[in-house]
């Protein structure tokens, strides 16, 4: 369907569902859909946002197909979700497939490298520093922008102000906690129609270990700064929180990919597979491949372990400005705004 | 495979067949485990029973040697059979099978539509003494049952009553033992946030949970399952015949619960109690309670309890489909306007008492105007004061305007208005509390909330009678025995929830006690029940 038609199957939703309300225990979704009485399509893209695809309310649903109102909401804000992403996108969505993505960040990585070799877990001396730094900034800052500017976008659409404080604290603990995944602590409706919390637990080692690999790589660029050059001790911060955070990157993706197979297709949106397919097999082979070095960095394979990681991981890049991984982005901007809202409403 | 004989290859493929039947059969026990493969039978029944196929009452899978005499012979057998596959005939279910005996459940519905009218409710009303996780202050036996009297205007029978509000708090708790999850009183049911608990979610969520519960403990549950005939000799019951998937099918056991609802949804036998003015009426829940089961009882003699005539009725949106609305049709905007039939004419006091209170008369009062139909009016002051309906009002600048668009006679309504908002008196409106804003000298007079309607644009809803559910049912006694004719109480079939929900509340409504009653007396049907099947 078209895009308007999905945002006019989103509103006639809503609207079924706030003459309703049964399921206004279960997310945050329904709380914030219950301070309007109709909604303006940046609202359905805001709710859309906010849903976190737990399906409960799918499976509570004495309105769900095939009732003749046809109230499916996970499925149609998921492909609301996908819309929205572009739209929000900035300057322009750019459809990026994975593939293509780590076979360019390869061939770079090969290229920049050239025919060097070097040992003794040598890592400059195959890529110069210099090089990573500006290859990596480049691509970051424009990650950064993109990301800023689309939540500019989203937060402009909301007619909202800059929240206070305790609005960003609430925010952040819903986004770490993930709180709107644990139907508090029975766990979602995923992969089917009993409650679990695995999905939760694989993405919490998704997102802890990207968040830790992440960590590694800012503290092994302040070690540097300060004068102390990789290769890292095995039991230095870097390479503790990197190995950590390599673990949960292939724990995580692997178990929601698992997951992801077995689940109930009437609740997704499956033209999103492919971005969220190749989202998690980047992860892991980052994970994979970062883990390899790490174990095989005093080898004669170092050389062309470190083109490998190296070109996996631009590859991951890549895809960050227009693929799965903006999904955290909108869902936290959607969790502040709603965070702000409900703090207001109490007032 | 050329000098094979011809028979040799044909028993080869009905081995074959055999093992895929078995497989089949087996399927539902396979699926149960988390770690199965779903997808491929997503979205689907645990398959619906082969026809054919004899059927022990939770083992599942029959001796493949046997298979294609039994192709002749088809029977469910089990000590205990439930029909009905709400939270009554759960309840019993599941208490059966925790005392040991094998229960099949025979729900009519196709698996999408299961749970009768639970999958329509929200609340249970529960007696308790101090706050609980879910309910505030406390809520006294004697408080319970005074309300009770109140609305039923003494039609109960006291001490089944009293069972019910006793053990109200007893079930609540075995409910969030099976996994139940009940959430504190939120948006818009404050009134509520005493006496009711809530169902996370509402009751499509609790039966999910309940038939969770049932295939973990082996309980075998068919879907599509109609029963047709009752074998039932001396007030015992012996065995029935149903269709099972469409195929004649016979069912056998040592003891019947029957929690197969009311007759709501039997279009017929509303216009035998109500005439032709059911044909107007709206069925809210469940197109399933046709009340086959309970004809079929009454005509085998058991004693029957509460008049054809009372059900609980709402107004509801007349665009509602004809079954099967449920709670987004309803409409609360009553006591912010005028209510007026198809002459344009008002009929009834719309601010009698708090909305809440009167929420239940004005399906009775709408089926009592000309056509089953009238038509709520309400200016924009009332806009944003009532829980959105699901269908758009239909909006005019002007009163005639809006009649014309609701095909009501506009002179006729002009007047109206003009007559009322002539006689409204000032006063300080709050539709929370009964204010002082009334009519003087307006006949029928408006009691409260009572504002002038010429705040434009002005919206017009269709009011219709929507039927809850029925109170027509089988007389029990306090073991969930039904009682037959001439014979007392039978000794093997029990009855539970919307089929015996007559006994206790007769006429009138107390919001959440259908839920009640269902667990309680499901659970004493399903222990009883269990007793009687040793």
């Keep these: ?347 | 495979m050329d000098g094979e004989a011809p028979a040799a290859r044909n028993a080869t493929f009905l081995s074959m067949a055999g093992v895929c039947q078995r497989l089949w059969d087996n399927a539902p026990l396979l699926l149960s485990s988390k770690f199965a493969w779903p997808p491929l039978f997503r979205g689907f029944a645990p398959p619906p029973a082969p026809s054919g196929v004899l059927r022990y009452g939770g083992v599942i899978g029959v001796p493949s040697l046997d298979r294609i005499r039994l192709v002749e012979e088809t029977r469910i057998q089990s000590d205990v059979v439930v029909i009905g596959g709400g939270n009554a005939a759960l309840c019993a279910a599941l208490t059966a099978r925790d005392a040991g005996r094998s229960v099949t459940v025979l729900e009519c519905a196709p698996i999408e539509y299961r749970g009768g009218n639970s999958r329509h409710t929200r609340n249970m009303r529960c007696m308790h003494s101090a706050p609980t996780d879910v309910l505030t202050d406390a809520y006294p036996e004697d408080e319970y049952y005074a309300d009770l009297l109140r609305v039923t205007e003494g039609l109960t029978t006291e001490h089944l009553a009293r069972l019910v509000i006793r053990e109200s708090p007893n079930a609540n708790q075995w409910m969030k033992n099976q996994g139940a999850r009940f959430q504190p009183s939120l948006g818009g049911t404050l009134h509520l946030g005493r006496t009711n608990a809530f169902f996370l979610g509402g009751g499509k969520a609790l039966m999910n949970t309940y038939y969770q519960a049932a295939k973990k403990r082996g309980i075998q549950v068919l879907y599509n399952a109609e029963v047709t005939d009752v074998d039932i000799r001396d007030g015992r019951f012996h065995s029935g015949q149903m269709l099972l998937e469409g195929k004649p099918t016979e069912f056998r056991a040592k003891a019947l619960v029957v929690a197969s609802g009311g007759f709501e949804s039997n279009l017929e036998w509303l216009e035998e109690a109500w005439g032709e003015a059911a044909r107007n009426f709206i069925i809210r829940g469940t197109p399933y309670n046709k009340g086959k089961l309970l004809r079929l009882l009454l005509d085998n003699g058991a004693e029957s309890v509460a008049d054809p005539k009372q059900c609980h009725a709402v107004a509801i949106d007349g665009r509602a489909p004809k079954f099967d609305g449920g709670i987004v049709t309803r409409l609360d905007c009553v006591p912010l306007g005028i209510v007026v039939n198809k002459f344009g004419e008002r009929f009834y006091d719309e601010g009698e008492d708090l909305w809440p209170k009167r929420y239940a008369i004005w399906g009775r009062l709408v089926a009592q105007q000309p056509d089953q139909i009238a038509y709520s009016i309400i200016d924009s002051k009332a806009m944003g004061r009532f829980m959105p309906s699901v269908f758009p009002p239909i909006t005019a600048n002007t009163i005639g305007e809006l009649a014309s668009a609701l095909g009501l006679p506009a002179a006729t309504v002009e007047n109206t208005v003009k007559a009322y908002n002539a006689t409204v008196r000032p006063g300080s409106f709050d539709h929370q509390i009964l204010d002082d804003c009334h009519t003087e000298g307006l006949t029928p007079p408006k009691s409260h909330w009572a504002q002038a309607i010429n705040k434009p644009p002005y919206y017009g809803y269709p009011l219709r009678p929507g039927i809850t559910f029925t109170y027509l049912g089988v007389r029990v006694n306090e073991k969930a025995e039904v009682r037959m004719n001439g014979i007392g109480s039978s000794p093997n079939i029990f009855a539970a929830g919307e089929i015996m929900a007559g006994n206790i509340v007769g006429k009138g409504y107390l919001a959440g006690l259908g839920m009640t009653i269902g667990s309680v007396f499901g659970r004493i049907a399903g222990k009883e029940a269990a007793r009687a099947a040793k």
């Design chain 1, 1 to 347: 369907m078209p895009p308007n038609d999905r945002i006019a199957e989103g509103e006639r939703l809503l609207v079924i569902c706030n003459s309703c309300r049964y399921c206004e225990g279960y997310c945050a979704v329904f709380p914030a859909m219950e301070q309007r009485l109709s909604f303006t399509p940046a609202d359905v893209r805001y709710l859309a946002n906010l849903c976190h695809n737990c399906a409960e309310c799918y499976y509570a649903c004495q309105f769900a197909p095939p009732h003749e109102f046809a109230v499916n909401v996970p499925q149609v804000f998921a492909e609301i979700r996908a819309e929205s992403y572009k739209q929000y996108a900035w300057p322009a969505y750019v459809r990026v497939s994975g593939w293509l993505a780590a076979t360019l960040g390869l061939v770079v990585m090969f290229l920049l490298a050239g025919s060097r070799e070097a040992l003794n877990a040598n890592f400059y001396g195959i890529i110069s520093h210099e090089t990573m730094v500006a290859v990596f900034s480049v691509i970051s800052g424009y990650i950064a922008m993109v990301y800023a500017m689309g939540v500019r976008r989203f937060w402009k659409e909301s007619g909202e102000r800059l929240p206070g404080v305790s609005a960003w604290m609430q925010a952040a603990r819903d986004v770490f906690t993930m709180k709107n995944l644990s139907s508090s602590g029975a766990g979602c409706t995923y992969p089917d129609e009993e409650h679990s919390q695995s999905r939760r637990v694989f993405h919490h080692f998704t997102f802890y270990g990207f968040l830790l690999c992440l960590a590694s790589t800012t503290v092994a660029a302040i070690y540097h700064f300060a004068g102390s050059v990789a290769p890292h001790p095995y039991f230095s911060a870097p390479v503790i929180l990197g190995t950590l955070g390599g673990i949960g990157l292939l724990i995580g993706p692997v178990g929601l990919y698992a997951l992801k197979r077995r689940r109930d297709p009437a609740i997704v949106d499956a033209q999103q597979d492919g971005t969220d397919v190749s989202f998690l097999v980047l992860l892991f082979l980052t994970s994979l491949t970062g883990l390899l070095l790490l174990a095989l960095r005093e080898s004669a394979a170092m050389g062309a372990l470190l083109r490998v990681h190296l070109g996996v991981v631009l590859g991951l890049f890549l895809t960050l400005p227009y693929g799965k991984f903006v999904h955290g982005i909108y869902r936290s901007a959607a969790l502040l705004r709603s965070a702000y809202e409900m703090a207001r409403s109490k007032h």
